[in-house]
């Protein structure tokens, strides 16, 4: 229950950011820049909520997550000063270029731990989306992803033997491909993917 509410406050979180700037600037959009490094931040909250033992499936987790987070251009804009990201934008690129690689990697290695701990019929639903999420993700193909996430978000909730934590964190993943996905939507989806 500790991991569901440390999601739940997540989401809210991300939702009253976005109410913000939408009560400022007439724009609702969540903060994307946020998503990733958010993401890292609520894995190892939940992993210390939770005491687990890390074993692979929570190494997973933390690689993609951290893999993800250092992939992304708000990170990086932190991290460096604005001149050096201009003069540097070529390695800057390629450098968060191979963390996106990673993450990818990463993700869908967990993907598939979760779907070989799943006893019943829907562990090749989890495999073959967890598949079609991955060639999504590495064809650029975000406007597609949405299927994918849909069903491998059901056959993930469906598993009545999963652990909450990952349970959770796959929640937390949905709700951040669906929000994206709807921004692009409705902004565009060079708007979006712009800031992330």
């Known amino acids: ?14 939702s009253m950011y976005g109410l913000s700037i939408y009560m400022q600037d007439g724009v609702f959009i969540f903060p ?4 990733k490094a958010g993401l890292f931040l609520v894995a190892v909250i939940l992993l210390i909520a939770n005491k687990k033992k890390i074993r692979l499936k929570e190494t997973m987790l933390i690689v993609w997550t951290l893999s993800l987070a250092v992939s992304s251009k708000f990170i990086m804009q932190l991290l460096f000063t604005d001149s050096d990201f201009e003069r540097n ?20 290695t967990w993907q598939i731990l979760l779907a070989f701990e799943d006893k019943t019929m829907y562990r090749w639903l989890q495999i073959a989306n967890a598949v079609a999420m991955m060639i999504c993700l590495m064809m650029n193909m ?21 652990n909450p934590l990952h349970k959770s964190v796959a929640g937390l993943v949905g709700f951040i491909i669906v929000s994206s996905w709807c921004s692009a939507l409705y902004f565009g989806k060079e708007a979006i993917l712009g800031n992330l």
Request: aromatic share 24%.
């Open 1 to 14: 229950m500790i991991s569901e509410r440390i999601v739940l406050l997540a989401i809210l979180t991300a």
């Open 32 to 35: 994307f820049g946020l998503y």
């Open 89 to 108: 934008l070529d390695s800057m690129v390629l450098f968060s270029s191979w963390f996106f690689l990673a993450f990818a990697l990463s993700f869908f």
């Open 142 to 162: 975000f406007e597609w992803l949405i299927v994918p996430t849909w069903m491998w978000l059901m056959s993930v909730f469906l598993n009545k033997a999963e």
